[in-house]
């Protein structure tokens, strides 16, 4: 895929926009205008910074990729949203410049536009229903819903001068979150707009979640996640840092002992799994959740100002085929690696992650090693990774899952060098809260079980996002979250 310059994307939007003006374009006019691309940095420059990797549309590509939207009666991209946004609503209001209102029946069902705009899996989600990818035959080429969601969302960061959401007379009730990622952010402040107290408890020193120490900068700008979570705070929304539940104090002691009339629990999924091959506990194997979490959150990339070590990789080896995977190899290409490889069993179709961080891992240098899956990795007399041994696979027939199962080719062995190898294959629930409290009832993954409303097995527990879901989405996290927050409110307004 050829780098588009964003002036050269404007231009073009300018040279559209002037074409049509003053026509009312029907139908089949707006299904044809063409897909507005996203400006990006340069491949060649991104791969030695860490700041966002897309600018976002300019006020003229958003407006003729608005226009491309056919304002369909049914709206079937609605059903593809977790949170129900009014997709065609909001977007009718950007094609006739109406922003704040735009912004406003977003909010309507999201809380997080700015990085849910940024983060959706959304050819999987609102646009996988998009009628005009239909007509074009194509799911690639639908409205770019997140896009634009993107636009209107920041539009409204620059503006609104960080104003403070209406929060309603003290109930005199007290809630404990746990955890600070989307579920709980959410949580936090559905309960705080009703009047009831609200405390964040969050095992790191920083909150945000995911959004903090996963997720890297290039893909969503920290000072967004933390433009979030000092909402809450002026909201009056008390956050306490650096307390573990399980640890620092009971999940039964916050109710029990500390008078919390209700408690959410959004610990997420940050265990992460390994495969249980040769070689794994070598020197320069890491789970990607790890080596994320000291570039991100400890910020190891920016070694001029940062104390957090980081192993300096040369080769390296990423297993796995999510966002996950994609966010370890992007940050090693950006750490200085020289050559980075996923190596992933099935094939590109199949892969989890999103299709345009695949396509941004790819322009950056990645490289991708399809119908592959490692067996071994190789260290040497000092037990350091020198490389690994791979499988070749070919794909048999559809598992459970319904993708087409990947079958090792026997005698297929080969071997690529490397130094550093990130493990990338899932993450499951942590299991320290529920260890330490017996009578709250988990599935045979460990994550919390819950009923339609998120509560779950103890009276005034509620759960949802990640650990309940396992490992799922920002937006995901964030329904389960609204959804929880209705019924604690119902139950403390009883
Ligand atoms: P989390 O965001 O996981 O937050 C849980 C919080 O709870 C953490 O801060 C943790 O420190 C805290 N905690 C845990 N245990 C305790 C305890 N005992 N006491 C106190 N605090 C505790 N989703 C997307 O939609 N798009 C993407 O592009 C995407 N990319 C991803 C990339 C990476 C690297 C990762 C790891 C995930 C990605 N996801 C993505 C998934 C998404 O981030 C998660 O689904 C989402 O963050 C889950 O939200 P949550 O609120 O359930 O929990
Ligand atoms: Fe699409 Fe996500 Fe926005 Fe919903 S929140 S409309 S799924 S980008
Ligand atoms: Fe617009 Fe596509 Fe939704 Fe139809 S399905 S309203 S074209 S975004």
């Not at 089949?28 to 205008?33: C, D, P």
């Not at 299991?431 to 103890?458: C, F, H, Y």
């Amino acid at each position: 895929m050829s780098h588009q310059t964003p002036d050269r994307l404007h231009r073009q939007a300018l040279e559209i926009l002037a074409s049509i003006e003053g026509r009312t374009l029907s139908k089949k006019e707006r299904a044809q205008l063409p897909q507005q691309a996203m400006p990006a940095q340069d491949p060649l420059v991104r791969r030695a910074t860490m700041s966002e990797v897309t600018y976002g549309y300019s006020e003229e590509q958003a407006r003729v990729e608005a226009m491309r939207c056919l304002q369909c009666r049914n709206a079937p991209c609605i059903a593809g949203c977790p949170v129900r946004i009014d997709i065609p609503g909001f977007i009718q209001a950007i094609e006739e410049r109406r922003y704040q209102e735009s912004i406003g029946i977003i909010r309507e069902s999201s809380l997080l536009p700015a990085i849910c705009g940024r983060v959706c899996p959304q050819e999987n989600q609102c646009q996988a229903n998009c009628t005009v990818g239909k007509l074009l035959k194509d799911p690639f080429q639908s409205v770019s819903i997140g896009r634009l969601e993107r636009y209107v969302a920041d539009i409204d960061r620059r503006d609104s001068g960080g104003g403070v959401p209406s929060v309603k007379p003290e109930t005199g009730k007290r809630v404990a979150v746990i955890g600070s990622g989307p579920a709980s952010i959410t949580v936090a402040a559905d309960l705080r707009r009703e009047g009831h107290a609200v405390t964040v408890l969050e095992a790191f020193h920083r909150p945000g979640g995911v959004m903090i120490y996963g997720i890297p900068e290039f893909r969503l700008p920290k000072a967004i996640v933390d433009d979030e979570i000092d909402t809450l705070k002026r909201m009056g929304v008390e956050i306490k840092t650096n307390f573990l539940v399980g640890r620092t104090r009971k999940l039964q002691d916050l109710i029990e002992k500390d008078g919390y009339d209700a408690v959410f629990i959004g610990t997420g999924a940050g265990l992460p799994k390994f495969l249980g091959i040769e070689g794994e506990n070598l020197v320069g194997v890491f789970s990607a959740n790890e080596y994320l979490t000291r570039s991100n959150m400890m910020k190891a990339y920016d070694r001029s100002r940062a104390d957090t070590p980081i192993f300096q990789p040369r080769k390296v080896a990423v297993f796995g085929g999510g966002n996950v995977a994609m966010d370890a190899a992007r940050t090693a290409v950006r750490l200085g690696a020289e050559t980075v490889n996923v190596i992933y069993r099935r094939t590109r179709t199949e892969m989890p992650a999103r299709a345009e961080e695949v396509d941004h891992a790819e322009e950056e240098g990645v490289i991708f090693h399809f119908l592959r899956s490692p067996k071994r990795i190789l260290g040497d007399e000092q037990d350091r990774v020198i490389g690994i041994e791979c499988l070749s696979y070919e794909l048999g027939e559809p598992d459970e899952s319904g993708r087409r199962r990947p079958v090792a080719i026997p005698g297929s062995e080969s071997r690529i060098e490397v130094d550093t190898v990130l493990v990338s294959i899932g993450n499951d629930s942590n299991p320290l809260i529920t260890r330490t409290t017996p009578q709250l009832q988990a599935n045979k993954w460990g994550n919390i079980v819950t009923d339609e409303n998120g509560k779950t097995s103890m009276e005034r527990v509620y759960a949802g996002g990640d650990i309940v879901l396992g490992a799922a989405t920002v937006i995901l996290a964030m329904g389960e979250g609204r959804t929880a927050a209705a019924a604690i409110h119902a139950m403390l307004s009883r």
